[in-house]
């Protein structure tokens, strides 16, 4: 669906510059819009390895098993019936730690590491579980500590103190992450509730 969108954002954009006669605009924009996103990516390439690594090297030191320790209480109470130790909950934490970093691309495998080790653990084939919605929920509401990635590209575009977002991050964050879990939590009883109504609505 999001390819769609996108898709026609772009070929709606490049329709009404032609037909408002700024042709020569619309050809600019293109040709450098291409140039700058691969700069863009080389230049946060570096500080997306950099952090990728560390967390792997965390997750073959047993650095993870600690965080998942110090998270345990939390998690716990949010992903119930999941092993403390399984594959599923580690890979969790490196995920919520990757965001915690600001590394949302980083975390992204993670992220798929961690559904699959949910899937195989719940034993689920065709549906969603709870936990796996809610995972989704809070790896998309990313809590952060500190916006790596926002603040690379603050000090690529001229920004003299990159890291002054964080006060704003903070609030964004924590208000998002508690606002997304209590809908994800009240939608899965609701729908525990009225089980046959949910069944109906998708039919």
Not at 58 to 83: C, D, N
Not at 132 to 156: G, K
Request: charged letters at 15%.
């Amino acid at each position: 669906m999001m390819k769609y969108i996108f898709g026609g954002l772009v070929f709606l954009s490049v329709v009404i510059g032609f037909l408002r006669g700024d042709a020569g605009t619309v050809s600019n924009a293109l040709i450098s819009s291409c140039s700058d996103a691969v700069t863009l990516c080389i230049s946060l390439c570096g500080i997306i390895c950099l952090w990728s690594g560390i967390m792997r090297v965390a997750q073959s030191s047993g650095l993870t098993e600690v965080v998942a320790k110090g998270l345990g209480p939390v998690l716990k109470r949010l992903f119930k019936g999941i092993s403390q130790k399984g594959e599923a909950m580690q890979y969790i934490v490196l995920n919520i730690t990757a965001n915690l970093l600001g590394l949302g691309n980083a975390s992204t495998p993670f992220g798929i590491a961690a559904v699959k080790a949910l899937e195989k653990e719940e034993k689920t084939e065709e549906n969603a579980s709870d936990n796996m919605i809610l995972f989704v929920v809070l790896n998309t509401a990313s809590l952060q500590l500190i916006p790596t990635t926002a603040a690379a590209l603050r000090l690529n575009h001229g920004s003299a103190a990159p890291m002054e977002i964080l006060p704003a991050v903070w609030a964004v964050s924590v208000i998002n992450v508690t606002l997304t879990v209590l809908g994800a939590k009240l939608m899965g009883k609701l729908c525990r509730k009225r089980p046959e109504k949910w069944e109906a609505a998708k039919k």
